[in-house]
């Protein structure tokens, strides 16, 4: 979870729905092809974060937004 989530849920805890959290991702994005007829390939490091919503106000959790890749909720 983002350090910053406690905060976000105080500040919005009038308007954020039940069961909403926030998850921070880290990974390697790798990326193979073929550009002007050359293999390329490259890997990145990435972070972003999901938004998502689940019980009590779903049965099942529902993705209610992504962060812009590599500027996450810290």
């Given at each position: 979870?983002?350090?910053?989530?406690?905060?976000?849920?105080?500040?919005?805890?009038?308007?954020?729905?039940?069961?909403?959290?926030?998850?921070?991702?880290?990974?390697?994005?790798?990326?193979?092809?073929?550009?002007?007829?050359?293999?390329?390939?490259?890997?990145?490091?990435?972070?972003?974060?999901?938004?998502?919503?689940?019980a009590p106000t779903y049965d099942a959790c529902r993705?209610?937004?992504?962060?812009?890749?590599?500027?996450p909720l810290e």
């Amino acid at each position: 979870m983002p350090t910053k989530w406690a905060t976000a849920l105080e500040q919005g805890s009038a308007t954020l729905a039940p069961g909403t959290t926030a998850y921070t991702i880290t990974g390697v994005r790798h990326r193979d092809g073929i550009w002007d007829d050359k293999p390329v390939a490259s890997r990145h490091d990435v972070t972003f974060t999901v938004f998502i919503v689940c019980a009590p106000t779903y049965d099942a959790c529902r993705l209610l937004r992504l962060s812009l890749l590599n500027e996450p909720l810290e």
